[in-house]
Every structure is written in C-alpha cells, then in structure tokens.
C-alpha cells in the first residue's frame, strides 16, 4: 500500500492544498487501494498488482472529471512511464557504472602498492619509474570515477522519483533481483574475506629476510585488499539498479 500512496504523493505534489484536491486525493486512494487488494486476492504478484493499478487508473488529468477536480488544477508532475525496455537498460547500465567506479576504488588502492616495488630495487630510475606508474594509475582511477556518471544520462526521473514502471519492468526488476541476490551476496563475502585475510602475506613475509619477500608481503595486502573492496562496491552499486526501479518507479 505504501508504494501506491508514494505514487499518488508525486501525482499531486504540485496541486493546490485544497478540500476538494485532498478529498479527490483520497478518493482515488481508496480505489486504487481496492483495486489492489482485489487482484492480490485473485493470485497476482505485489509488483503486478501495482503495475496493473497505476497503468488502469493512469494520469490524474485523465480522470480529472471523474474525480471532480478542475482541469486548471490538474498540473500534477509528469511522471515518466518505465517501460520493460527501460528497465532492461537501466538495470545493465548501472552495472557498467558499478564497474567503472569498482574499477577505479581498485585501482587507487593499487597505485599505492607501486612504488613499493621501485623502492625494493634500491635503484633511482626505477623509483622514479614506478613513482611515475603510480600517478598514471591513479589518473586512469580519476578517469573511471568521470566516466562512471555517464551511463545513466537519460535516466534521471529514476534517480529523482519521476517516473512509474509498468508491470513488465516491475515484474523484471523482481526477476533481476531474485535472480542476482545470492550472486551479489556470495561476491560481498569474498570481498570481505579478501580484506580479512590480506595481512597474512605480510604476516608471512616478516619471517623472511629477504628484501624482496618482504616487499612482496606488503604489497600483497594492498592488492588482496583492493580486489575484496572491488568486489564489495560493484555489488553495492550494481543491485541499485533493480531498487531504485523498484522504490522509485511506483
């Protein structure tokens, strides 16, 4: 019930505060409340179910007259129709963002293992070399972080609360998220565990007395490190795809 009432909220969040708008507001809730319960109760899923109300019952300028509100006062905000191909896109494109901006957390972790190899060699034009390394990795990060925001230009209403999903892109985000939990999950303990366990190559290395192992050891934690925090981020960001559809789109 919460989402249909999220719905009607942005319908008429640019109508006047009146008592025929606030009586029309409830009107219209106790129908498409209703309406709601009655497909529930005919077996249909809750995504279905909204979908199917909010596509039925569609904009409030068209059902204006029905509802007895003046045609000048239905200036409600246009909200955009997600279609299943929208959500198709939207959910693979803020997967490609979960990667680039992964990508870049990765390797500004990484760049900071660099000069320690430069260092183990004891020699100057090496240092300078891997010093040198670390700044193009660290602008290849910055790259990243930029381009991470363009995927989703075109996609804003989603992000701002502007939009309504039809049954199909409901019923697919659903599908995306039964689907991908267990995976997103599984990735988030091993991004976890990786952090955990990345001090033992170092724990190891302080029984070696070789220079190199050492520095191996120590930079082994930067890298295990950096490959569990890439993993816990893309799942972070890459399951906002089928929520924000989900939250933002009824």
């Known amino acids: 019930m919460e989402t249909i009432r999220n719905y009607l909220n942005n319908i008429f ?11 029309a507001k409830t009107d219209l809730l106790n129908m498409m409340e209703d309406k709601y319960n009655q497909l529930i109760a005919e077996g249909l899923s809750e995504n279905e179910a909204i979908g199917t109300v909010i596509a039925e019952f569609g904009s409030l300028e068209e059902i204006s007259e029905m509802l007895g509100i003046p045609l000048d006062q239905t200036k409600a905000v246009k909200l955009k129709e997600i279609t299943l191909e929208d959500a198709k896109e939207y959910i693979r ?15 500004c972790i990484v760049s900071s293992a660099i000069p320690g190899f430069g260092e183990a060699t004891n020699s100057i034009l090496v240092e300078a070399v891997t010093m040198a390394a670390m700044f193009v990795v660290v602008a290849i990060a910055v790259g990243c972080f930029i381009m991470s925001g363009n995927p989703l230009k075109g996609y804003e209403d989603i992000s701002k609360n502007k939009c309504v999903a039809g049954p199909e892109a409901l019923g697919y985000a659903a599908e995306e998220e039964k689907e991908k939990s267990t995976r997103y999950c599984a990735l988030l303990a091993i991004g976890v565990m990786l952090c955990v366990i990345s001090v033992i190559p170092a724990c190891i290395s302080d029984f070696a007395s070789n220079e190199w192992m050492e520095t191996i050891g120590a930079m082994s934690v930067l890298i295990f490190t950096a490959i569990g925090v890439f993993f816990i981020v893309y799942q972070a960001l890459a399951k906002k795809g089928w929520k924000k559809i989900q939250r933002n789109c009824r």
């Open 13 to 23: 969040s640019n109508m006047p505060d009146t008592p025929e708008v606030v009586r």
């Open 93 to 107: 494109l803020n997967r490609q963002r979960a990667v680039m901006v992964a990508l870049g957390v990765f390797l």
